[in-house]
């Protein structure tokens, strides 16, 4: 009885000396597992096993490139760097980390690189004076700045242009320098998460009738007080008189039944074709599945004329919305017309994977979400196939996504070796790409600009110098040919 009584006192005691070690352990465990204690030396942990062999001990490169340099070449952001972290990007040997890091463990690595970056005291660099493509030296300048989430421009003649901020502003360039006041008077925007006011194009007669198009996210009142108000992409028309919106009339409402509480994919691109057709682009909203149901306007891309009446053979006027053109297109924030064929062509953003670029023909159903190249953000799929009988495969998709956005046919004399071609905009990949179509076929791709910003629109002014405007920082960057080069 004694002994039992000693064992279990000196069990008791050996307990309280070592609970101080054992509290060590726990602690170091949690570090390990991601836990609160010092989050950063478990990071720089989980740097120095996994990551610095290719980006080196002090971040600053090796085998791959360096994280001190403000250049992120796959995606600037928490969202993008934490999935190429989970993902991998396989087509340049970086591996996936799904299997061997927790969700907590990426998050902590993420917070750790861009918290040594902000102690390297580095921000995005400004472009370069001088560039180099295949056929050009270009010359580069950051042509306006700063402005407020540009979304797109448009030029009315060589010495004026437009430009949309998506908190609704519309500002005028004159002579290359931005005028200080917007235009009063513009349609009040709806300016969450991807809404406000978004693309901006003028009349093709617009010397004659002076008519300005402008896209953006309307919202209704809300149905409850605990509801936020539902909202869908809106197109009017005005005019601008002594820096004011003027003479407005709505081309285009969507049903308010088809109204979402969603703040993203509203899609918003106005082109206009030799034929006198105006097109223009809905996303998805967020409602993927209803892509592919005629009577909602969401996921489709529309046309009209430019006063909002209806052709008479558009596709879905029996059976479906009037407007419709196509159906199944995720979210197109990128229309262009060939110069020559009178071709639509358009740029669809994808989930992870899958960004497409597409021949839109009349009538036609471009898959989503029934066939896609992508996954859902989780990593799951959206769908079990990539083709399927009676949906449009794309012309090209890209894998992983550039987050393509702004399309535009090249045309103009300045840079007349690109004449035709396709310049593509890219957000994620903060690029633009060049495009040799031939037919419905691309020949070729090449990036002249990149890294300089998220890529979100692209103008053309009178001659043919090129405009692109980038968000992250709010610029808009010029290139202009200086010499003819030899391609290699």
Same mark, same amino acid.
């Given at each position: ?32 597992? &991601? ?11 989980? =740097?120095?096993? =996994? ?50 890091? $927790? @969700? ?23 472009? #370069? ?57 513009? #349609?009040?925007? %709806?300016?969450?998460?991807?809404? &406000?006011?978004?693309? +901006? ?18 919202? %209704? ?19 601008? !008189? ?19 509480? $969603? !703040? ?6 106005? +082109? ?13 909203? &967020? ?6 149901? #005629? ?9 009209? =004329? ?11 006027? @029996? ?74 495969? #794309? ?36 690029? +633009? ?42 610029? +808009? ?12």
């Amino acid at each position: 009885m004694k002994s039992g009584i000693l064992q279990s006192s000196f069990s008791v005691i050996l307990g309280i000396l070592l609970l101080p070690l054992m509290l060590s352990g726990c602690k170091q465990t949690l570090a390990k597992d &991601g836990g609160a204690d010092d989050p950063d030396q478990r990071a720089k942990e989980i =740097y120095d096993q =996994y990551c610095s062999n290719c980006h080196g001990t002090d971040l600053r490169g090796g085998n791959a490139q360096s994280l001190l340099d403000g250049v992120w070449q796959f995606g600037d952001g928490q969202g993008y760097v934490s999935r190429n972290i989970k993902f991998g990007i396989p087509h340049l040997g970086m591996p996936s980390y799904e299997q061997s890091l $927790t @969700e907590q463990e990426i998050k902590l690595l993420v917070d750790y690189l861009y918290k040594e970056q902000m102690k390297a005291g580095i921000s995005k660099p400004d472009p #370069p004076s001088q560039l180099e493509s295949i056929d050009y030296t270009i010359k580069s300048e950051i042509w306006v700045e700063p402005l407020e989430v540009p979304w797109a421009i448009v030029f009315l003649n060589s010495d004026t242009a437009l430009i949309t901020e998506r908190p609704g502003s519309l500002r005028i360039v004159v002579g290359g320098d931005l005028l200080a006041e917007a235009v009063k008077g513009t #349609p009040e925007v %709806l300016n969450e998460g991807q809404g &406000g006011l978004m693309d +901006v194009n003028i009349d093709p007669q617009y010397s004659e009738n002076g008519w300005v198009y402008l896209s953006y996210s309307h919202q %209704l009142e809300a149905a409850q007080d605990d509801q936020r108000p539902p909202a869908m992409t809106r197109l009017v028309r005005g005019k601008i !008189r002594d820096m004011s919106w003027v003479d407005e009339q709505v081309i285009y409402e969507a049903p308010h039944e088809s109204y979402r509480t $969603t !703040r993203h994919h509203y899609g918003n691109r106005i +082109v206009f074709d030799q034929k006198g057709y105006l097109y223009f682009s809905i996303g998805d909203r &967020g409602a993927q599945d209803q892509a592919q149901d #005629p009577q909602r306007p969401n996921g489709k891309i529309h046309r009209i =004329y430019p006063d909002g009446s209806l052709p008479a053979d558009n596709p879905y006027r @029996e059976g479906g919305l009037p407007t419709l053109y196509t159906l199944g297109n995720r979210n197109p924030q990128g229309i262009s017309i060939h110069p020559v064929t009178d071709e639509v062509w358009s740029a669809e953003h994808g989930p992870l994977g899958g960004d497409e670029l597409n021949l839109i023909q009349k009538g036609s159903n471009y898959g989503w979400p029934e066939i896609t190249y992508g996954s859902n953000y989780d990593g799951v799929p959206v769908s079990d196939y990539t083709r399927k009988e009676g949906y449009m495969q #794309p012309a090209l998709y890209w894998k992983p996504s550039i987050a393509v956005c702004g399309i535009e046919f090249y045309q103009g004399e300045a840079f007349f070796r690109w004449k035709n071609k396709l310049l593509v905009g890219a957000l994620k990949f903060e690029e +633009v790409r060049l495009l040799d179509i031939e037919q419905d076929r691309v020949m070729h791709q090449e990036v002249i600009l990149k890294n300089f910003g998220r890529v979100r629109d692209i103008g053309l002014d009178p001659e043919g110098n090129v405009y692109v405007v980038v968000n992250k920082p709010d610029r +808009v960057i010029k290139l202009s040919p200086l010499a003819e080069r030899r391609g290699q």
